[in-house]
């Protein structure tokens, strides 16, 4: 499936009962946080009004998913003592939970017997993955998106994230 014949929306309309992301880098550099990230550096203030111009759209889009249902979890391998950008995401991630998402945080090193994919990825329904391509700075890549269906894919990125889930600690009680 080509980028032009799908969107990330589609995908998560789509969803019947689950939407997980696995999240396993430790710094990211995407444009759209870039000014938020080093502001939060230079003052340890972060942008955590769920509707603020950033935060809204993201909280209305899983706002209505869950609504509809849908359970969406979010899942992050990090390593300790962790980054500058993972004790940003943390600081954030207080938005993720008021839109309805629910969060884990699993360090790296009890990772290591679980068979990982090899990039970031969002899971719809245990049957369709997004994966998520990052160049080596953590911006986005060409193609910055993959989805693949096979059974065997979608598999491994169902059992990935379950154990990650099952070993991570709820974000309320991750400190970093």
Same mark, same amino acid.
């Given at each position: 499936?080509?980028?032009?014949?799908?969107?990330?929306?589609?995908?998560?309309?789509?969803?019947?009962?689950?939407?997980?992301?696995?999240?396993?880098?430790?710094?990211?550099?995407?444009?759209?946080?870039?000014?938020?990230?080093?502001?939060?550096?230079?003052?340890?203030?972060?942008?955590?009004?769920?509707?603020? @111009? /950033?935060?809204?759209?993201? =909280?209305? +889009?899983?706002?209505?998913?869950?609504? %509809?249902?849908?359970?969406? *979890?979010? $899942?992050?391998?990090?390593?300790?003592?962790?980054?500058?950008?993972?004790?940003? @995401? /943390?600081?954030?991630?207080? =938005?993720? +939970?008021?839109?309805?998402?629910?969060? %884990?945080?699993?360090?790296? *090193?009890? $990772?290591?017997?679980?068979?990982?994919?090899?990039?970031?990825?969002?899971?719809?329904?245990?049957?369709?993955?997004?994966?998520?391509?990052?160049?080596?700075?953590?911006?986005?890549?060409?193609?910055?998106?993959?989805?693949?269906?096979?059974?065997?894919?979608?598999?491994?990125?169902?059992?990935?994230?379950?154990?990650?889930?099952?070993?991570?600690?709820?974000?309320?009680?991750?400190?970093?």
């Amino acid at each position: 499936m080509s980028q032009s014949e799908w969107d990330f929306g589609e995908l998560l309309a789509a969803a019947k009962h689950s939407a997980v992301h696995l999240e396993m880098r430790d710094s990211y550099g995407v444009g759209d946080e870039a000014e938020d990230f080093e502001n939060w550096k230079r003052t340890g203030q972060r942008d955590v009004d769920p509707a603020s @111009e /950033h935060w809204a759209p993201w =909280v209305e +889009l899983i706002r209505s998913t869950v609504a %509809r249902g849908v359970m969406v *979890r979010r $899942a992050r391998v990090v390593s300790e003592p962790v980054t500058d950008y993972i004790r940003y @995401e /943390h600081a954030g991630t207080a =938005v993720n +939970l008021f839109a309805g998402e629910q969060v %884990r945080w699993l360090p790296r *090193r009890l $990772a290591s017997d679980i068979a990982l994919p090899g990039n970031d990825s969002w899971v719809f329904d245990n049957e369709t993955v997004l994966f998520n391509h990052f160049s080596g700075d953590g911006n986005w890549s060409e193609p910055r998106w993959e989805v693949r269906s096979e059974v065997a894919v979608a598999r491994l990125a169902s059992e990935a994230f379950e154990a990650v889930w099952e070993r991570g600690t709820p974000h309320g009680k991750y400190t970093v």
